[in-house]
């Protein structure tokens, strides 16, 4: 079985500033990490991994210093990492950037069949949920989102089985492989590194691709070319001037304050008791 896991390298998200004057994100002095929602990706990938035997391919496109990100996804226990680097990647929207791993895939692919694509749901930088299905739709594989389980694989029938979040509830959905896989977040526990993995993940040479090694066929799908998002402002959340409000609760009891609470809720947001009746079951 071999399996591909895409990441990415972001910046902390926690330490991220607005520029006052020209409102562009601050990256100066800003700590980059493994996109945490890859994280989740990466150990179910694992734990298939422990279960059927076969190969974690990680797969990242980024400036060079991304090498650290792939490293230290190769100390939980990957068995390969590609970099696909190049200057002309840069400024690359979702569009792009689904196009630039979409044929970096198929070159893995030659060296060996994938049964498995793995992504994180989301990045917390672009927050847009869309390079992993624009890599399944490049690809032609299977799509499944939002995925909180892997309930069966059947390796020799090529088929695979999974539960998704849905609104209202969660869904379960049998599927051929191979198949692309977007994890949600707090579905497993990410591992810790071992000491021999550690030591190996300081010394494995990253593979670094440039756009002719990850088979870029149109110059013009990928970097700024290739992308014809514009954003056209950012912008830090405005703080909240309202004040929290305190109850007195004197001598009520619980079931009394519960009440006061519900009432409060009901008399500020008018709409949401008829929501919530209307969400009820019968």
């Known amino acids: 079985m071999h399996i591909v896991v895409c990441i990415k390298q972001v910046p902390d998200s926690a330490q991220i500033r607005v520029h006052p004057v020209t409102n562009t994100i601050m990256r100066q002095g800003v700590p980059a990490i493994v996109n945490p929602y890859d994280l989740f990706a990466l150990e179910e990938a694992l734990r298939l991994k422990d279960s059927f035997g076969g190969k974690v ?54 060296e060996q069949a994938i049964d498995l694509v793995f992504t994180g749901k989301q990045t917390i930088d672009g927050d847009t949920a869309q390079v992993g299905p624009g890599i399944a739709k490049r690809l032609s594989m299977q799509l499944l989102t939002y995925v909180s389980r892997i309930a069966e694989l059947d390796l020799a029938n090529r088929t695979i089985t999974i539960e998704r979040r849905a609104e209202g509830g969660v869904q379960l959905l049998k599927t051929r492989t191979p198949s692309l896989i977007t994890m949600l977040e707090n579905t497993n526990e990410l591992r810790f590194a071992t000491m021999p993995d550690m030591i190996r993940a300081a010394r494995y040479p990253v593979r670094k691709w440039n756009k002719d090694d990850a088979g870029i066929e149109d110059l013009s799908k990928i970097g ?44 500020q947001h008018p709409a949401l008791e008829q929501d919530m009746l209307e969400r009820a079951p019968l």
């Open 57 to 110: 391919t990680m797969l990242c496109m980024g400036p060079p210093q991304a090498e650290e990100a792939l490293k230290r996804c190769i100390s939980f226990g990957a068995d390969d990492a590609i970099l696909v680097t190049d200057r002309a990647f840069a400024g690359a929207d979702t569009l792009a950037t689904s196009y630039a791993l979409a044929s970096a895939i198929r070159q893995i692919e030659k």
């Open 224 to 267: 700024l070319k290739g992308s014809p998002t514009v954003v056209s402002k950012v912008f830090g959340p405005t703080p909240r001037a309202v004040k929290a409000e305190q109850i007195p609760v004197d001598k009520a009891t619980p079931r009394d304050i519960a009440v006061n609470l519900i009432q409060a809720m009901f008399t």
